[in-house]
């Protein structure tokens, strides 16, 4: 079987986002394992509009061509890495419309998560989390979150140091988190497989 790969999704798209400086560092760390191979996917490159379809293509199939673009993207990973602020309690909706516009695309296949901002991203991590499960997706239960002091140690709006200055924090879940999806991606493109499926 050949490796699986890990779409790592930045969840913010706006223009002074912080969300590319966890997803980056994130990239690094993960791009060394030997076991995935990793690709970072910037929502800001498939331009998505809001949701105009006339279902989920779990009953027809898209039309849009950004949509289609995006769900070919989505296709090609056997797990993913959700990189998500907090907007509001909840995930961001740039991330929420991006979920939507892809169903079968992310059907049994593991998601793990990193959150940040005051508390972690705690609450968008956890809706996140039941958003993965209506698509059938498994989602680990190692997260990374970035929170308090140490968010406000590498946010940009506040002391803007690298995101390896907190490490000594965040390490451990973040090689948990990998080792679980890890895991997952290798059972599930198995299973996938044994199904025909994608
Ligand atoms: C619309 C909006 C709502 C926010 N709501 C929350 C929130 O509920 N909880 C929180 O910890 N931070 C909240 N914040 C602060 C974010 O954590 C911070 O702005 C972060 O940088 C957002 O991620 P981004 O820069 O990748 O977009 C909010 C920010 C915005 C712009």
């Known amino acids: 079987m050949t490796k ?27 791009a060394r394992r030997e076991d995935i191979e990793v690709e970072l996917i910037d929502l800001r490159d498939y331009d998505l509009p809001f949701f105009n379809e006339v279902s989920s293509n779990a009953w027809q199939a898209s039309v849009n061509e950004k949509v289609l673009a995006w769900q070919k993207k989505v296709g090609e990973m ?20 991006a979920l939507d516009q892809a169903y079968v695309e992310w059907n049994y296949k593991p998601a793990a998560i990193l959150g940040y901002g005051a508390v972690g991203g705690a609450r968008a991590v956890e809706h ?28 940009h709006g506040g ?7 907190i490490e000594g924090t965040i390490g451990q879940s973040t090689q948990e988190m990998l080792d ?7 059972i599930t493109k198995a299973g996938r497989a044994e199904k025909g499926k994608v």
């Open 4 to 30: 699986p790969r890990i779409g790592i999704i930045i969840g913010s798209t706006r223009d002074t986002r912080f969300g590319e400086k966890p997803a980056k560092w994130l990239l690094d760390i993960a």
């Open 78 to 97: 056997d797990g993913y890495i959700f990189v998500t602020s907090e907007y509001n309690r909840s995930i961001p909706a740039s991330l929420k419309n």
């Open 128 to 155: 996140l989390r039941s958003i993965t499960v209506e698509l059938y997706m498994v989602p680990v239960r190692s997260t990374v979150h970035i929170s308090g002091t140490e968010f406000f140690t590498v946010w």
């Open 159 to 165: 002391g803007d140091q690298p995101i390896t200055s």
């Open 180 to 186: 679980q999806l890890t895991w997952w991606a290798r």
